[in-house]
């Protein structure tokens, strides 16, 4: 793998390799671009199949994170950290209090949280090493139900540009994924009478969300062929790609996964087929927003408020993505490139 090729491909600034053996610890730090503010972003732990895969995940995930924050007005770079294991482990004190020692190292450039595969009391752990994190008990806590909510009001956001109405009473919703957040998304539209259809490899939460809100449960292959009106990922990435596309009778994709899109050109297929695409980095981008309250001491009822305004920011890249004829991916990365620039050109001045 050619790293710096791989790094300058979408600008990355910096890739940090992280390894304490003696607590069986290896992780990767991506930092995009800190035009904005220092770079936040989760860490994920991943089983990856090598680590090339890691490599290339934590590239991805933090480029989407510098993305998001411009998406939302946030003066947020884009960040993010993997680590290689089995994140099932009991014995976590240690790996994440040597991940706290490494994003400490980095002077403020990088301020990390939780993601897949980690959790608030792992936080806690890394900030016995550093402060610079999120989302730990006693802040703002589990991000999932602000993130959740974004996703909803995304949803609906969704059904007002295809529709003519936000109204999801009725409408059929397949959810991929039920765990911390795909449960709050499944909650929020099973409250306003969303007909759900729901899948995850972990049958204990399928068996939650069946149980408490009526949906449907059918296994992780039938999902991409579910007869709905939304597919809603939220789960891991690259889910719209040349297997799983050609099977779709959805007219809208809109999920709290990160990199829904295996490759851009999966957009433009969508864009083709009039599928409306809500894009992923503008739909999830209310754990982020959760968080950077954290950062600013907001109230919980001022993160939410700001996540609903995902509703709006998505009302305008559909309008921009109709007027220039763009894929709304497209039409999204153009609004964030145009913050940073905007940011990125203002002189700097003496203090």
């Known amino acids: 793998m050619k790293?710096?090729?791989?790094?300058?491909?979408?600008?990355h600034e910096q890739l940090v390799f992280c390894h304490e053996p003696s607590?069986?610890?290896?992780?990767?730090?991506?930092?995009?671009?800190?035009?904005?503010?220092?770079?936040?972003?989760?860490?994920?732990?991943?089983?990856?199949?090598?680590?090339?895969?890691?490599?290339?995940?934590a590239l991805r995930l933090a480029r989407g994170m510098t993305y998001k924050a411009a998406v939302a007005g946030l003066n947020l770079g884009g960040g993010k950290s993997v680590i290689i294991g089995d994140n099932?482990?009991?014995?976590?004190?240690?790996?994440?209090?040597?991940?706290?020692?490494?994003?400490?190292?980095?002077?403020?450039?990088?301020?990390?949280?939780?993601?897949?595969?980690?959790s608030v009391e792992d936080m806690d752990y890394v900030k016995m090493e550093t402060e610079a994190v999120t989302?730990?008990?006693?802040?703002?806590?589990?991000?999932?139900?602000?993130?959740?909510?974004?996703?909803?009001?995304?949803?609906?956001?969704?059904?007002?540009?295809?529709y003519g109405s936000d109204s999801v009473s009725g409408m059929t919703i397949a959810v991929q994924g039920t765990?911390?957040?795909?449960?709050?998304?499944?909650?929020?539209?099973?409250?306003?009478?969303?007909?759900l259809t729901v899948t995850d490899i972990d049958q204990n939460r399928v068996k939650r969300v069946v149980d408490e809100f009526g949906a449907k449960a059918v296994s992780p292959?039938?999902?991409?062929?579910?007869?709905?009106?939304?597919?809603?990922?939220?789960?891991?990435?690259?889910?719209?790609?040349?297997?799983?596309?050609?099977?779709?009778?959805?007219?809208?994709?809109?999920?709290?996964?990160?990199?829904?899109?295996?490759?851009?050109?999966?957009?433009?297929?969508?864009?083709?087929?009039g599928i409306l695409y809500a894009p992923d980095y503008v739909i999830n981008a209310g754990g982020l927003i959760?968080?950077?309250?954290?950062?600013?001491?907001?109230?919980?009822?001022?993160?939410?408020?700001?996540?609903?305004?995902?509703?709006?920011?998505?009302?305008q890249i559909f309008e921009l993505a109709k007027a220039d004829d763009l894929p709304t991916y497209e039409a999204a990365d153009r609004v964030a490139e145009r913050r940073i620039e905007q940011v990125g050109a203002l002189k700097r001045t003496w203090v």
């Not at 090729?5 to 979408?10: G, I, K, L, T």
């Not at 020692?101 to 949280?113: K, N, Q």
């Not at 968080?291 to 993160?303: F, I, K, P």
């Open 88 to 118: 099932r482990t009991t014995r976590r004190e240690m790996i994440f209090r040597a991940h706290g020692r490494f994003v400490e190292s980095l002077g403020g450039r990088y301020i990390t949280a939780e993601d897949v595969g980690t």
């Open 179 to 195: 765990g911390h957040v795909g449960y709050y998304v499944c909650r929020y539209l099973a409250e306003e009478g969303a007909q």
């Open 221 to 273: 292959d039938d999902i991409y062929t579910v007869d709905a009106q939304v597919f809603a990922p939220c789960a891991l990435g690259a889910v719209v790609n040349d297997d799983t596309i050609a099977g779709f009778t959805f007219e809208i994709i809109a999920g709290a996964a990160n990199n829904q899109l295996a490759q851009e050109r999966h957009g433009d297929l969508l864009h083709k087929r």
């Open 135 to 162: 989302g730990v008990a006693g802040g703002s806590g589990d991000p999932s139900p602000v993130t959740a909510y974004g996703v909803y009001r995304g949803i609906k956001a969704c059904a007002k540009e295809k």
């Open 23 to 57: 607590a069986g610890y290896k992780g990767i730090i991506a930092i995009h671009n800190t035009t904005l503010g220092p770079a936040l972003g989760g860490t994920r732990f991943w089983n990856y199949r090598d680590d090339e895969e890691a490599v290339i995940d």
């Open 290 to 315: 959760n968080v950077y309250g954290e950062l600013n001491d907001w109230s919980a009822e001022q993160a939410r408020r700001k996540a609903g305004e995902i509703y709006d920011t998505l009302g």
């Open 3 to 11: 790293i710096f090729e791989r790094m300058a491909e979408h600008s």
